[in-house]
């Protein structure tokens, strides 16, 4: 059994906001979210073009949901704290 690597990610859209999400593959997923693969979030269809601007590994789903919900709990200075530190 191959271990999967998860990630918890952080994309700025092109209105100012921010998104949170969970996933395995980020090329793909940024790929969706920006409209170029089917499977996008609808949030982000509308704030296109989104842009990648942090992101986490994560050794397991269930850690990097826990790890997202704990972010989205963060106000917006925190969220822009994690990736100004990168």
């Given at each position: 059994?191959?271990?999967?690597?998860?990630?918890?990610?952080?994309?700025?859209?092109?209105?100012?906001?921010?998104?949170?999400?969970?996933?395995?593959?980020?090329?793909?997923?940024?790929?969706?979210?920006?409209?170029?693969?089917?499977?996008?979030?609808?949030?982000?269809?509308?704030?296109?073009?989104?842009?990648?601007?942090?992101?986490?590994?994560?050794?397991?789903?269930?850690?990097?949901?826990?790890?997202?919900?704990?972010?989205k709990?963060?106000?917006?200075?925190?969220?822009?704290?994690?990736?100004a530190?990168?």
């Amino acid at each position: 059994m191959t271990a999967t690597n998860w990630y918890v990610y952080l994309l700025c859209c092109a209105d100012g906001t921010l998104y949170t999400g969970v996933t395995t593959d980020l090329v793909r997923r940024i790929r969706q979210h920006n409209g170029e693969l089917s499977g996008g979030a609808k949030y982000t269809a509308y704030r296109r073009p989104v842009m990648l601007c942090w992101c986490e590994p994560a050794a397991s789903r269930s850690e990097a949901q826990q790890r997202e919900a704990a972010i989205k709990t963060l106000n917006r200075t925190q969220k822009e704290a994690l990736y100004a530190d990168h």
